[in-house]
């Protein structure tokens, strides 16, 4: 049985995308929302480059590059994991984070949304870092829990395979879709029916 939900930090609990930019700059006008989906299609068939999609942005909002890279190249948190934490998994589950840090990036970010977790394990802070069977182990004895009862969850492969060599349950971010379809199907016990 599952007990506890361990996350990465960067590039899962906090992201970097230009949602935020678009929220600000042309939130409710349609047409600059379907032209950026449009670039963003194009990015990500190969046909404009990351410098074309940004200056595209920065077209949209009538702003200089800069600005549009304050955006995108800076982390924010990831509000729909962070809903999904709130409701589905806070009230069930104990929470973790480990990540490979070199500063604690995770009160800057979250700010308040810190107190979901019941620990935090940062590299920096021990000299550790992910794969290292340590950093995790650290983690489940912080939370009071064996590995089997663990998932953890982290955008890099190694990492995972480095959670899975302690014990542990895992899950390859790719996207929050996939996250919560295949950690539901850990968390969620199977019928007798």
Same mark, same amino acid.
Not at 26 to 34: G, H, T, V
Not at 91 to 106: F, H, M
Not at 108 to 132: A, T
Not at 181 to 190: D, G, N, R, S, Y
């Given at each position: ?5 361990? /996350?990465?930090? /960067?590039? =899962? ?9 678009? #929220? ?5 006008? !349609? ?31 009538? =702003?200089?590059? +800069?600005? =549009? ?30 990540? !490979?840090?070199? +500063? ?40 009071? =829990?064996?590995?089997e009862e663990c998932v953890f969850v982290d955008d890099i492969l190694t990492y995972c395979q480095g959670a899975e060599r302690v014990?542990? !349950? ?10 919560? #379809? ?10 007798? !029916?």
């Open positions: 049985m599952i007990k506890a939900v361990i /996350f990465d930090f /960067f590039s =899962v609990l906090a992201i970097r995308d230009a949602g935020p930019f678009r #929220k600000a700059y042309f939130p409710n006008d !349609n047409e600059k929302n379907r032209q950026n989906q449009l670039a963003l299609e194009q990015l990500g068939r190969g046909d404009i480059s990351y410098n074309d999609y940004i200056d595209k942005l920065a077209e949209l909002g009538e =702003v200089d590059r +800069e600005t =549009v890279l304050k955006y995108t190249e800076d982390y924010h948190a990831n509000e729909e994991l962070l809903s999904y934490i709130r409701t589905r998994l806070k009230p069930k589950y104990k929470l973790g984070i480990i990540s !490979n840090a070199g +500063e604690d990036w995770v009160l800057k970010i979250l700010g308040k949304d810190k107190q979901l977790f019941d620990d935090v394990v940062l590299s920096y802070e021990h000299g550790i870092i992910k794969p290292d069977p340590e950093i995790y182990e650290m983690s489940l004895s912080n939370l009071g =829990v064996k590995a014990g542990m !349950n895992t899950v390859w971010y790719q996207s929050f879709e996939q996250m919560k #379809k295949e950690l539901e199907a850990l968390i969620t016990p199977v019928s007798d !029916n």
